[in-house]
C-alpha cells in the first residue's frame, strides 16, 4: 500500500515544493513564516527608534544593524511565502509594523491589530536600556526557535532559516554587549533590572502554552520538533546564566 503524504512526514519526510504539500500542512506553514515575517518587520520598525537612543557610535551602528537585517530576513521569507502564491504586494504598501499598544497592557500570548506578529511586538520600548533589555531577551528566543525552524520538514524554509541563524546569533550577542556596557553604572544595573522584570513575561508568552494541542499537528507534519515547555526551559537557562554573570538576578 502506498504510504500517504502525512506518515511520510510523520516518519520524518521532507518536502521541497508546494505542489507535495498537503492543504493543512499548507496553513500551519504559512502561518509559522506569517508569524515570523511580521515579527521581524514590527521588530524591525520599533527598533528603529532606538537607532538615536544609542549612546556612542558604536551601539548607533549595532542598532541600525539590527534595524537593516530583520528586515531584511523577513524579505527572504517573503519569497518562500510567494511560492505558495501568497499575494505579498499588500507587504509593500504602508502597515503600522511601529505601532504598539499601552505599556501597562497585558494582552499575553493573543494577536492584537491586524498582523501575526508575536505579542511581544505590541509593546512600546522606553528609551536605551528597555531597549537592550529587550533585544537580549527576544534575542535568546530567537535563537532557540530558529534552531527548531532549521529542522523543519519543508526544506526551501529550513535552508532559509538556517542561513538567518548566525545574524540573529550576532543580534543576540550585540544586545549582551550593549546589556554589559549598561550594567557598568549602578543606575543602568537598576534600570536594567526594571526592565527585566518587565519584559521577561512577555517574552516568555512568545513561546506558547505548556501542553499545546497544536504541537501535536506540527510535530506530526514535521514543522515542530520539541515542545513548547522544552523551548522555554532552555530560554530561562541562557537568560538565566546572562543575569548571573551580569550579577542581574
Not at 56 to 62: E, V
Not at 101 to 112: K, P, W
Amino acid at each position: 500500500m502506498d504510504m500517504t503524504i502525512e506518515d511520510y512526514l510523520a516518519q520524518g519526510g521532507k518536502l521541497t515544493s508546494p505542489a507535495n504539500v498537503p492543504p493543512r500542512y499548507r496553513g500551519e506553514l504559512l502561518r509559522l513564516m506569517a508569524t515570523f515575517v511580521d515579527s521581524e518587520l514590527a521588530g524591525s520598525a520599533g527598533f528603529a527608534d532606538a537607532i538615536n537612543d544609542a549612546p556612542g557610535i558604536k551601539s548607533r551602528i549595532a542598532a541600525a544593524r539590527i534595524v537593516l537585517e530583520k528586515a531584511d530576513h523577513a524579505e527572504r521569507v517573503l519569497k518562500v511565502m510567494a511560492e505558495f502564491g501568497v499575494d505579498t504586494a499588500r507587504y509593500e504598501g504602508v502597515h503600522p509594523w511601529a505601532a504598539r499598544l499601552a505599556r501597562e497592557a497585558d494582552i499575553g500570548a493573543s494577536r492584537q491589530g491586524g498582523d501575526m506578529r508575536l505579542s511581544v511586538f505590541h509593546y512600546p520600548l522606553q528609551g536605551w536600556v528597555d531597549a537592550v533589555v529587550m533585544n537580549v531577551l527576544q534575542g535568546a528566543a530567537a535563537v532557540i526557535q530558529l534552531q527548531e525552524f532549521a529542522k523543519l520538514s519543508y526544506q526551501p524554509l529550513a535552508e532559509v532559516f538556517r542561513g538567518l541563524a548566525p545574524r540573529e546569533t550576532r543580534h543576540y550577542e550585540l544586545g549582551r554587549e550593549g546589556l554589559a556596557q549598561v550594567v557598568a553604572t549602578e543606575d543602568g544595573r537598576d534600570q536594567a533590572r526594571a526592565s527585566l522584570a518587565y519584559w521577561t513575561p512577555r517574552v516568555e508568552a512568545g513561546f506558547g502554552p505548556a501542553g499545546s494541542s497544536r504541537f501535536a499537528t506540527l510535530s506530526r507534519f514535521g514543522l515542530r520538533h520539541r515542545p513548547n515547555e522544552a523551548l522555554l526551559a532552555d530560554w530561562r537557562a541562557e537568560t538565566g546564566a546572562v543575569r548571573a554573570q551580569l550579577n542581574l538576578t
